[in-house]
C-alpha cells in the first residue's frame, strides 16, 4: 500500500488558518488523496479528496503538489469545533481505506 | 437519511461471553466495512462486504470474530468469546462506491470486556 507521512500534532490558534501537511512520495498514477477527520468520541468523517488539481469545498481546501508527492489540508479559520485527528489517505480502484496515526490538531482559543 | 446506526452505543460483558454488534448501513450503499480502534493500534480494518458478500476478511484477528450480512440493511460483527484485549470502539461504513469513495461511518460501538 502506498503510504503517507503525516506529523504526530500541530496547534492552532482559533480563528488563525491551518495547513496540515501530508507526504505520500510512492503515490501512483491512479492513488486519489483522501483527508477524513475524526472529533473526539465520533467515527471519522470525510473533509475532501483530490486526484491532481487543488479542491475546495465548504469545509476545507487540498492543496496538491505538482509531483503529487505532497498534499496540504487548509483550514481557512480554524475553530475550536476543528480539533480533532486529520487522516491523509491514498485511495485507488476499489480498496478500503487504511487508516494511519493521523495529525492531532489542537486548536487554542 | 439517517446516517449509519450501530447498535449497541456502549457494550460492558465478562470474558468469555458472545458480544453481538448490529450496523444498519445508509439505504443504497453496497459497501459495508467494520474497523475497530484503539489507543494502540488505531484504526483497523476488520473486513468489508460489497454486495452482502464478503470481500476481504483478513483483518478479522481471530476465529472468535465473526461477521454477517444477510441483507442490504443489516450486518452484525460478533466475538465469541469474548477477551478483555477486544476491548476497542468497533465502527461501521458504509458507501456507494465510485470515485469519491466517501465513507460514511456510524458513531462506533464502545465495547468493555472485564
Known amino acids: 500500500d502506498a503510504k503517507t507521512t503525516q506529523p504526530n500534532s500541530m496547534e492552532s490558534n482559533e480563528e488563525e488558518p491551518v495547513h496540515l501537511p501530508c507526504n505520500h512520495s510512492?503515490?501512483?498514477?491512479?492513488?486519489?488523496i483522501h483527508w477524513y477527520r475524526q472529533l473526539p468520541s465520533q467515527g471519522p468523517e470525510y473533509v475532501i479528496h483530490?486526484?491532481?488539481s487543488n479542491v475546495n469545498n465548504r469545509m476545507a481546501s487540498l492543496a496538491i503538489a505538482e509531483d503529487r508527492k505532497s498534499s496540504t489540508l487548509i483550514l481557512h479559520r480554524a475553530t475550536l469545533r476543528d480539533a480533532a485527528v486529520y487522516y491523509c489517505i491514498l485511495l485507488s480502484g476499489n480498496t478500503p481505506l487504511v487508516f494511519g496515526k493521523g495529525t492531532r490538531l489542537s486548536v487554542i482559543a | 437519511d439517517a446516517g449509519v446506526i450501530q447498535s449497541p452505543r456502549h457494550e460492558v460483558t465478562e470474558m468469555g461471553q458472545e458480544v453481538t454488534l448490529r450496523c444498519k448501513p445508509i439505504s443504497g450503499h453496497d459497501y459495508l466495512f467494520w474497523y475497530r480502534q484503539t489507543m494502540m493500534r488505531g484504526l483497523e480494518l476488520l473486513i468489508y462486504?460489497?454486495?452482502?458478500?464478503?470481500?476481504?476478511d483478513s483483518g478479522m484477528p481471530e476465529d472468535r470474530f465473526s461477521a454477517k450480512m444477510p441483507n442490504a440493511s443489516f450486518s452484525t460483527l460478533k466475538i465469541q468469546p469474548s477477551e478483555p484485549r477486544d476491548s476497542a470502539v468497533y465502527f461501521c461504513?458504509?458507501?456507494?462506491?465510485?470515485?469519491?469513495?466517501?465513507?460514511?461511518f456510524g458513531e462506533g460501538s464502545r465495547l468493555t470486556v472485564l
Open positions: 461504513a458504509s458507501s456507494l462506491w465510485g470515485d469519491t469513495g466517501e465513507l460514511f
Open positions: 510512492t503515490i501512483s498514477g491512479t492513488d486519489y
Open positions: 483530490g486526484l491532481t
Open positions: 462486504f460489497n454486495n452482502n458478500v464478503p470481500i476481504d
